[in-house]
């Protein structure tokens, strides 16, 4: 009797410290015991280490979400149900080029021969262009823009408490320092948050992208947290659980879009009003030619005489 209690016993402590080795910070990675080492498939024969104790770079979670995807793979928690926004605006996402410490290489192509330079989030930032493209440097993105809509709460919203509670909540969840969440703005009607993260210029210790990807995935999609514990955060006694997210990226150096994205109604219109400006500007020059002839014409009359 007493040797079984020891055996099952002895098998849950077993049990206990076989899942003591897990990725808390991916929900995808495979871990392996003593030592401890995790890591996730992203591409066919490339595994990426992963240190679970931070938020995972978000080059390599887009590089195995596109791994997976590709595979067919489950990109939600298994017999998660994805929330209404779940298959929208997955149009960002490609496969990129990372830097072995997890930073996007400036230039991206996607695996094709149309190239792009990107920012340290991985977005976009100047035209398509081809292979030849030059890249200098990966821009910092010092400011994101986060516009979160809240599902409608039970009791209205204090205001004022807002800034405090989404600070503590973005600091206990993404371990991102309080003090960079610059400024938050609340419109109870649209129940709409705005929340400016922002770092100094310069500043390379912490990194906008991360967090900003981990609060679009939690409040899009599921949490890429082992806990699928939600991002709700507490104002007052009321859990904001939020239902939308829009980031917007600022960079340290402005992107270089050109007129390449104007629709052609726009192009139109600056070409016919540039057109007008041209010819009225010749007639006023031809208009003040002939007058200044006539001027001429007129002191010569005058010293003849
Ligand atoms: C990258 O390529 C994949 C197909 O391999 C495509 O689904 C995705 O839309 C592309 N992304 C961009 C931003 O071009």
């Known amino acids: 009797m007493n040797l079984w209690i020891v055996l099952v016993l002895a098998a849950l402590a077993a049990g206990a410290s076989a899942q003591s080795c897990t990725c808390d910070t991916l929900k995808w990675a495979v871990c392996e015991e003593s030592p401890c080492k995790c890591e996730i498939s992203v591409a066919a024969n490339e595994k990426q280490q992963l240190t679970c104790s931070e938020l995972i770079p978000k080059c390599f979670l887009m590089k ?16 998660g149900k994805p929330v209404e926004d779940a298959f929208v605006d997955n149009d960002g996402i490609y496969d990129p080029d990372c830097e072995n410490d997890g930073k996007f290489k400036a230039k991206q192509c996607n695996n094709t021969e149309e190239c792009w330079c990107v920012n340290s989030a991985g977005v976009r930032r100047t035209d398509k262009g081809d292979k030849n493209l030059k890249c200098e440097k990966l821009v910092e993105t010092y400011w994101v823009r986060l516009q979160l809509t809240h599902k409608p709460a039970k009791a209205d919203v204090d205001a004022s408490k807002l800034k405090v509670a989404i600070a503590e909540a973005i600091n206990k969840r993404y371990k991102f320092n309080k003090d960079l969440v610059d400024n938050v703005e609340y419109d109870p009607k ?21 967090m900003a990807y981990y609060m679009e995935k939690d409040v899009k999609v599921l949490p890429l947290f082992k806990s699928q514990e939600k991002f ?12 939308k997210i829009l980031v917007y990226y600022v960079d340290e150096e402005a992107p270089t879009f050109t007129m390449k994205n104007l ?9 016919v009003v540039v057109l ?26 005058m010293e003849a005489m």
């Not at 195995?64 to 017999?79: C, F, Q, S």
């Not at 709409?192 to 991360?210: M, P, S």
């Open 276 to 301: 007008a400006v041209v010819a009225g500007l010749l007639v006023l020059f031809f208009a003040r030619k002939r007058s200044q002839r006539y001027n001429k014409a007129q002191q010569r009359e």
């Open 232 to 243: 709700e955060p507490t104002v007052g006694s009321e859990k904001l659980e939020m239902e």
């Open 190 to 210: 649209a129940r709409l948050i705005v929340v400016d993260v922002k770092k100094q210029k310069g500043e390379r210790q912490t990194d906008l992208a991360n």
């Open 64 to 79: 195995a979400e596109m791994y997976r995807a590709k595979k067919g793979l489950e990109t939600r928690t298994i017999g």
């Open 263 to 271: 629709s052609g109604g726009i192009i139109a219109v600056i070409v």
